[in-house]
């Protein structure tokens, strides 16, 4: 099962290596790991998407990274009601014919051209993880030459739903 | 005389120092009183002060015989080892020291050496990334890169290293840094927001705990190494009095509760015995104080406790459900947990039969050897050193099959006599860590218990016990093998010894003699009786071969993959 975890860490030298160290130390499996500063001077935060067999595994995971020493807060947020967001650089080829093609999957997905040149274009899209895959596997036909993602990172909303009650029926 | 005077006015005025200055004055600050080191390069700004320091300093041969020797001090003295290291290979030499800390959880801080701040990163002499390496292996580590941080960095890495649940924390000095000099800094305090060790227990939990016992009915303690660490083995005994609860040690716990005890059972694991193992199994209430549930004692996980409740008192949250799943837990302190448990002062739970049952087991399936064998037992040998120190002797022992026989036939009386390598199982740990403990208990009785294997890894240090004339007590357990390899082999592998035999060997004795040590070789139990009186009481270091039956095997035992009802050999 998948968990998104949230850390804030002290930002000191060395500190995303004893993160990134604890997991293959602990054989745990990262998906993506995103790292900047905080709103605190002087702490990051990192955000880290992880594969876990069960509840215990993913206990074990934030005991571990709580008792780094650069580690100030860690929280499990996936059973909380939370704005996660990504970020995905796509160059995709796209000859004068099949452009319009193209703009018209970008635009229900909110992504934006943000380059152009003669056989191919850059596409910039943002948003939950699932979306990114969305479009990306819709773009694919076309020939993905090259794709940057970064990531997710995200936090608790302002305002939290019952938690149980948030898990019974989707908002979107 | 006029212009000295004056010259030294001006020094007091606007008085510098250097980063090796700084140093070692935040370790006097500490009140260090021995440090295990060895010189280079890019630690020569330190050892220049270090000629004038009132410290005493410990060389090893080897810097893995110092990072061990540092442990054994820190097991026995209960503060923090201090280790000297130059960069490079002085640096890599110590790496199994620290991994051997931290499996074990032995406060350590260890100095290394580095090249200049410009060079860091162009692979220059004797450069290795130190930082790197050890991240996974220390509670903490360091880069100075500033000469102004070495005071507060130190304090803290004291701090780190001795407080929650104890580690080794490594410092990385850059040769510039130890050289360069500035106005003392200003002192500052430690702040480390990330880390806040839990002290005191949540008082819901002990309140359910103390339910939990009084419901009993086959209630036992499990007591590691952290009722060491806490210094909490007067609180266990009383607690286990109180409560009337059979205490069971793991390896690494040995000597927190004593071992003439009625209500004590054994130590239980891989090698532990009958009783203690099959309490574990038969329990309906696990107390687990201070152990981390290693597989070397749990065997089989699914068979483990099939049938208890499980609490556990652990000063490391990560270390409670990491293993087996806990039903109380408590994170806390030993001492201050087992406080507030005796405070509660709840019901004993009615239990005589669980306690009958014990005794019976102990009765019936006690540890075992042919006592009437013509060769000399290894068994019996430990016997004797217990007989003959009283029970009282620092016992420091390498890894393998004589580690075993120390813990099953040396029966502690008291907390802080025993210094083992568990968790990581060096071999070659031993002899050096048993000079720590002789220089932490000057006056004590310290053997150092090792394996013909084992000590061959360390021979070098004996330089170190006739240099200091530390009256360390080498007893060999020589089995011509590594016996522990050996009996896997014979047990597992249809006795195909596979490069387990070492046939050749240096006399043990003569190398002794060329370090101008004593040095006997006993062959039989009335040699032994005759060497031991004469050598035990002596007040200089000693080496005796004891040349067993290479054939005797560890019991009982639990092969690989097997829970804890499993045991072979119980009965001869």
Redesign the interface.
């Known amino acids: 099962m998948k968990r998104i975890i949230c850390l804030t860490v002290m930002n000191r030298p060395g500190v995303l290596n004893r993160i990134t160290n604890l997991f293959s130390k602990r054989n745990f499996n990262i998906e993506s790991i995103s790292v900047g500063l905080s709103e605190h001077e002087g702490m990051s935060r990192i955000t880290c998407v992880v594969h876990v067999e069960d509840d215990r595994a993913s206990e074990q995971i934030t005991k571990q990274l709580n008792k780094q020493i650069d580690v100030i807060k860690v929280t499990d947020i996936t059973d909380q009601s939370i704005v996660a967001r990504e970020l995905a650089l796509i160059k995709v080829q796209a000859v004068p014919y099949t452009r319009n093609e193209v703009y018209s999957l970008i635009e229900p997905f909110r992504a934006s051209v943000i380059d152009v040149s003669k056989d191919s274009m850059t596409i910039q899209i943002t948003g939950e993880s699932d979306k990114v895959e969305a479009f990306i596997d819709l773009i694919k036909p076309y020939g993905i030459k090259e794709l940057a993602r970064t990531g997710t990172t995200a936090f608790p909303r302002g305002t939290q739903r019952n938690s149980q009650q948030h898990k019974s029926y989707s908002i979107i | 005389m006029l212009q000295e005077a004056a010259l030294t006015e001006t020094k007091t005025e606007t008085e510098t120092v250097t980063g090796a200055d700084l140093l070692l004055r935040a370790l006097e600050f500490e009140n260090v009183e021995v440090i295990f080191g060895y010189p280079g390069g890019a630690v020569l700004p330190i050892y220049d002060k270090l000629y004038d320091s009132k410290i005493l300093h410990v060389l090893p041969r080897h810097e893995q015989g110092g990072i061990h020797a540092a442990e054994g001090y820190a097991r026995i003295s209960g503060k923090p080892g201090v280790v000297i290291a130059t960069s490079g290979p002085g640096a890599t030499n110590i790496v199994t020291g620290l991994a051997d800390a931290m499996m074990d959880s032995l406060p350590l801080i260890v100095f290394t050496g580095q090249v200049a701040t410009g060079v860091i990163g162009s692979d220059a002499f004797q450069e290795a990334d130190i930082?790197?390496i050890t991240?996974?292996i220390t509670?903490?580590?360091y880069?100075i890169?500033s000469i102004e941080d070495i005071p507060r960095i130190v304090k803290e890495a004291f701090y780190?290293a001795s407080t929650g649940r104890p580690g080794p924390v490594l410092i990385d000095i850059p040769k510039d840094i130890a050289a360069s000099i500035a106005q003392p800094p200003e002192e500052k305090e430690v702040d480390?927001?990330?880390?806040q060790p839990t002290l005191k227990p949540n008082y819901l939990q002990v309140r359910k705990l103390t339910e939990a016992v009084s419901r009993a009915k086959k209630p036992v303690i499990l007591a590691g190494a952290g009722v060491l660490h806490a210094k909490a083995s007067a609180e266990l005994k009383e607690y286990a009095e109180q409560q009337q609860i059979p205490v069971i040690h793991t390896l690494l716990g040995l000597g927190g509760f004593p071992a003439n005890h009625s209500l004590f059972v054994g130590m239980a694991g891989m090698h532990g015995c009958y009783a203690a193992n099959m309490g574990l199994t038969e329990c309906d209430l696990l107390i687990n104080i201070g152990a981390r549930f290693d597989d070397r004692l749990t065997g089989n996980l699914k068979h483990f406790a099939p049938h208890a409740t499980v609490a556990h008192i652990d000063i490391?949250?990560?270390e409670i459900?990491?293993n087996v799943?806990t039903s109380i837990p408590i994170v806390a302190d030993a001492k201050e947990a087992l406080q507030q448990l005796i405070q509660q002062d709840g019901k004993p739970p009615a239990q005589k039969e669980w306690m009958e049952t014990i005794q019976q087991w102990q009765e019936e399936y006690p540890y075992f050897y042919d006592r009437e064998a013509e060769r000399l037992k290894p068994q019996k040998v430990m016997e004797m050193l217990h007989a003959k120190t009283n029970g009282d002797a620092i016992v420091v022992t390498d890894v393998g099959q004589h580690q075993m026989w120390a813990a099953q036939y040396y029966r502690f009386k008291r907390a802080d006599r025993w210094v083992t390598s568990g968790g990581l199982g060096t071999m070659g740990f031993g002899f050096p860590a048993s000079i720590g403990a002789q220089l932490a208990d000057p006056d004590a009785c310290v053997i150092a218990v090792c394996g013909d294997g084992g000590f061959q890894m360390s021979t070098q240090e004996l330089a170190i016990i006739k240099e200091l004339n530390l009256p360390v007590k080498i007893v060999i357990l020589n089995n011509m093998a590594l016996g522990m390899v050996r009996q896997w082999q014979e047990i597992f592998y249809e006795s195909r010894f596979s490069h387990s035999k070492i046939p050749v060997q240096p006399s043990f004795v003569k190398l002794a003699e060329a370090y101008d040590i004593k040095g006997y070789m006993i062959q039989s139990e009335k040699e032994a009786e005759a060497v031991l009186d004469e050598v035990l009481n002596s007040r200089e270091p000693v080496l005796l071969d004891f040349r067993v039956d290479p054939d005797e095997n560890v019991y009982p035992m639990i092969a690989p993959g097997k829970g804890l009802h499993e045991m072979v050999g119980v009965k001869p």
């Open positions: 930082l790197g991240t996974p509670k903490y580590n880069q890169r780190i480390l927001p990330g880390y490391d949250p990560a459900g990491k799943p």
